[in-house]
């Protein structure tokens, strides 16, 4: 191995294990050293690399997951239902309340995600601040005002979700009213606006603007309507 | 005997969904960290290396079942990420303006870890032309070896060499270069 051929072998991989590589260094003081040196720029390379990760991202990596493989059984679970509104229709009961869970309204999604979802995000404990909040945003063209977002305090969780194959944003925030979760789903996903929905676990306030709908979901039994009106007064939409 | 069979596959079926969620979790647990580090010095953003990050784990889920030696998870998972990468481009692009907003926060986020040293390293990591700058994190980042590196960029594995060497010489010459510059990286 001549000194050109050596060189270039270890500025490719300085960790090789080559045998041929590994004797040329061992047999000659000057390589031995210059090894040395590239290993130690290599190790400050990877120190420099070593970049904090998310926190919680494998949790939210499952959970996504999670909720997208519900959404897919559901889908299969459609031809079953087909079949039962038929039967149902049959004997003449109301056909409404079946389809009650296939009902296409931004509520109905809001408060499936939240069921789904729940374990992990009661456990939630980020702190986004509003600037990581708004980067999210920006993807649906809107922002929360600089000064007025500050009085919704930070966000201790922030994820894109899924609503039925839309890309959404699910923020959680810690009111003093107790947790509050807030939605946001492009307008142009076509969902049917429901102002107040609610089930026996949540209770949700819907407000629409030009580019999105967003939903405040709260506990039952929380007042949610002092914070879906901070939402409401914060958001601001590109134009 | 009919609902006896329907029963019994439902079972399997069940049983199969159960050994794919752990499968996954397992795959999320042991790569997840590598990925995202590797997404973020691919696109130098947070937040678009979490989405694609995101985005990659999503399609591993979906198409787990095409990956059939455990050894090969990562540098699939590597695969699928510089697929959705690629992907970004063709999709509409993501507000510009936020990014911005974002750098602001990445910068902060480092400036309390990193030393003068490594934030360097990192500007001159960014520097390099991507075709020298994705071998080396894959390499220093993801362990791979030369052969392993030239299965997932599709190139020969002396084009591969070339490269590494490359990306280091340039690195090492511009940081000597910075060096007689250090004084004036004081903000």
Not at chain 1, 32 to 50: C, G, I, P, V, Y
Request: net charge negative.
């Amino acid at each position: 191995m001549d000194d050109l051929e050596f060189r270039r072998a270890v500025f490719a991989d300085p960790s090789s294990k080559d045998d041929r590589l590994q004797q040329a260094a061992a047999s000659d003081p000057t390589r031995q050293s210059f090894l040395n040196d590239m290993r130690q720029f290599d190790d400050s390379l990877s120190e420099a690399l070593k970049v904090d990760v998310p926190e919680n991202l494998a949790e939210r990596l499952i959970l996504r997951q999670t909720l997208e493989s519900h959404q897919q059984v559901r889908r299969r679970g459609r031809v079953h239902l087909a079949l039962a509104a038929s039967v149902a229709f049959a004997i003449g009961l109301t056909s409404n309340m079946l389809y009650s869970t296939d009902n296409n309204d931004i509520g109905t999604y809001s408060l499936a995600h939240l069921e789904h979802g729940i374990k992990h995000l009661y456990s939630a404990q980020e702190a986004n601040t509003l600037t990581q909040v708004n980067a999210k945003l920006a993807r649906f063209g809107g922002k929360f005002d600089p000064s007025l977002g500050q009085s919704l305090g930070n966000a201790v969780f922030s994820n894109y979700c899924d609503f039925n194959g839309i890309t959404s944003l699910h923020l959680i925030y810690d009111s003093p009213q107790g947790r509050v979760s807030v939605f946001v789903t492009p307008s142009d996903a076509n969902f049917d606006f429901v102002k107040d929905f609610g089930n026996e676990q949540f209770v949700g306030r819907g407000l629409t603007f030009d580019k999105a709908q967003v939903t405040v979901v709260g506990d039952k039994g929380q007042s949610i309507d002092g914070f879906a009106q901070k939402v409401e007064e914060s958001l601001t939409w590109e134009i | 005997m009919v609902f006896g069979g329907k029963k019994k596959d439902n079972v399997s079926v069940l049983s199969d969904m159960a050994n794919k969620q752990k499968r996954y979790e397992a795959l999320v647990k042991a790569y997840h960290g590598d990925i995202f580090r590797y997404a973020y010095w691919l696109v130098h953003d947070h937040a678009v290396a979490e989405d694609i990050v995101q985005e990659t784990f999503l399609r591993a889920w979906k198409s787990l079942d095409s990956l059939k030696e455990q050894a090969k998870a990562k540098s699939w998972l590597i695969t699928i990420l510089r697929r959705e990468n690629a992907r970004r481009f063709e999709r509409k692009q993501f507000n510009l303006v936020d990014i911005d907003d974002h750098q602001v926060v990445d910068d902060h986020a480092l400036s309390t870890e990193a030393t003068m040293e490594q934030k360097l390293i990192q500007r001159q990591i960014m520097k390099l032309a991507p075709e020298y700058r994705e071998p080396l994190l894959l390499q220093v980042v993801g362990g791979f070896s030369g052969e392993e590196i030239s299965d997932i960029l599709e190139l020969n594995k002396n084009t591969v060499m070339t490269r590494l060497f490359r990306a280091r010489n340039q690195l090492k010459d511009n940081l000597e270069s910075n060096d007689s510059v250090k004084g004036q990286y004081n903000g």
